[in-house]
C-alpha cells in the first residue's frame, strides 16, 4: 500500500506510460519550476526509449517487478525472476495488472511498448539457469548456448 501511494503522489507511475514520456519530452522545463516537478529532459527520454527498445532482459531478484515493468513500459522483452513462489505470483499480478504480460499486448498496435513475465528462478540452480538461457536464446531468435556480445548498463 505505501508503495502504490508513493507511486501515486510522485508520479512514478507516468514511467509505465510511454506516452506521458513523450508528452515530457516535448514540453521541456523551465528553470524556475521545483526541480521535483521538471519534466523529463526531451533527450534523456529519447535516449532511454533507444537503450530499452528491443532489449531482451532477465531480472534477478525482481521483486514486485518494478523495474522490469519500466523496462518493459520502454520496449524491453523481459523475464522477471525470484526464488521466492510468492513473490513471483505477486509480480505477475502487477506485470498483468499494468498491461504488459507477454499475452495481453496486442500485437498489431503500433505501440512501442515491450512485455514482461515472471518465473521462479533459483539463483545457481543449473536447471533454472537453463531455463533462463533458453527463454532469451527463443525471444532473440538464436540456439541456447549461442555465445556473443550482451548490451549491459552502462553501455
Avoid at 498491461?99 to 533459483?122: F, N, P, V, W, Y
Amino acid at each position: 500500500e505505501l508503495l502504490a501511494r508513493y507511486m501515486a503522489t510522485s508520479g512514478a507511475a507516468r514511467a509505465f506510460n510511454p506516452d506521458a514520456l513523450k508528452d515530457d519530452a516535448g514540453s521541456g522545463g523551465s528553470s524556475g519550476e521545483d526541480p521535483s516537478k521538471t519534466k523529463m529532459d526531451a533527450n534523456a527520454a529519447a535516449l532511454a526509449r533507444d537503450w530499452w527498445a528491443g532489449a531482451v532482459v532477465v531480472e534477478l531478484g525482481g521483486g514486485l517487478g518494478l523495474a522490469s515493468m519500466v523496462a518493459a513500459s520502454m520496449g524491453a522483452t523481459v523475464l522477471c525472476t525470484d526464488g521466492d513462489d510468492l513473490v513471483v505470483d505477486m509480480c505477475a499480478r502487477n506485470v498483468r495488472a499494468n498491461g504488459l504480460a507477454t499475452d495481453s499486448i496486442d500485437a498489431s498496435s503500433s505501440s512501442s511498448r515491450g512485455s514482461a513475465e515472471a518465473a521462479r528462478l533459483a539463483w545457481g540452480d543449473e536447471e533454472d539457469v537453463k531455463a533462463a538461457e533458453a527463454w532469451v536464446a527463443a525471444r532473440r531468435g538464436i540456439e541456447p548456448g549461442t555465445t556473443g556480445r550482451a548490451k549491459a548498463y552502462p553501455d
